[in-house]
């Protein structure tokens, strides 16, 4: 099988993650624009920000060690060790890249007047991180005929848990994109690893309409997040500067957060596709 791709992807991902970097931290304008955004949350309904809590608060160390002995297990049952430490390294090194990044190696420059929790690096998410890197090892450890049911309840949860952060002012929009094109870099590296084993084969056998149906469903949501997200900063900065108002901002974070997600998700999906 041709593994060209994953190191292409992979590459792509890490690349992002510097550009996102770049124009969110290094710029003034990127700091005063996520900061607004931050600001703005505040105004979101309090069901929403407890929601938020609660599902990022369910994101503990002893759950994160669950689900790698889960995706482990799966590996194991189906007798497939290579697929099992894959998918544990992709959910294990996603965690160790991002916390040697945000704490030794990515600095937060003062560029515009900030006070309290908002003055520390947050780039990138850890929590997205594990979220991403979870349905990742999923989609690389599920057997091919189980892996549709498997994205209709992990894919929303991943996603979420990016948009939630934002929610919950645990992160910034940029903190969230980095942490996916982070995610999808390890899980392609990992998935390079296995093609160059020909561990990974072609699926010859019928396609399935119902993940198909679905696959189209979610590109659809990531395009309208997108486009909504682009309109919710173009517009008012357009016209209003940095000063534009906070509550629009945050609605077109957390829009353009969900879009991000979405968008590694799929393009990691693509190039599973009919692979197993």
């Given at each position: ?59 503990t ?68 991180t ?28 991943a996603?979420g ?30 998935s ?84 197993h």
């Amino acid at each position: 099988m041709n593994s060209r791709r994953w190191p292409a992807v992979a590459a792509s991902g890490f690349v992002v993650a510097a550009v996102v970097y770049v124009l969110a931290v290094l710029t003034r304008a990127g700091q005063t624009i996520e900061n607004a955004a931050l600001r703005g949350a505040d105004q979101d309904d309090v069901s929403e920000t407890d929601a938020a809590w609660q599902a990022l608060g369910e994101i503990t160390v002893y759950s994160l060690a669950a689900a790698v002995v889960a995706v482990a297990l799966v590996g194991v049952l189906r007798r497939r060790w290579d697929l099992a430490i894959a998918a544990v390294g992709v959910i294990v090194a996603g965690q160790a890249v991002v916390q040697v990044l945000k704490r030794f190696v990515l600095p937060r420059p003062a560029l515009v007047e900030v006070t309290g929790d908002y003055a520390h690096n947050s780039l990138p998410s850890g929590h997205t991180t594990i979220a991403m890197t979870v349905l990742f090892a999923a989609v690389i450890v599920v057997p091919y005929r189980w892996r549709g049911v498997m994205l209709f309840f992990v894919l929303p949860w991943a996603v979420g848990i990016g948009q939630y952060t934002l929610t919950a002012k645990w992160h910034r929009l940029s903190d969230t994109l980095a942490a996916d094109a982070i995610a999808l870099s390890v899980a392609a590296l990992a998935s390079w690893w296995l093609a160059r084993r020909g561990a990974l084969e072609r699926y010859e056998g019928p396609s399935r309409k119902p993940r198909s149906v679905l696959v189209v469903f979610w590109a659809f949501a990531g395009l309208v997040s997108l486009a909504l997200g682009l309109f919710l900063w173009v517009v008012p900065l357009s016209r209003e500067g940095l000063g534009a108002d906070e509550w629009v901002i945050y609605l077109g974070g957390g829009s353009l957060a969900s879009a991000g997600s979405l968008a590694a998700a799929l393009v990691f999906l693509a190039c599973w596709r009919r692979v197993h």
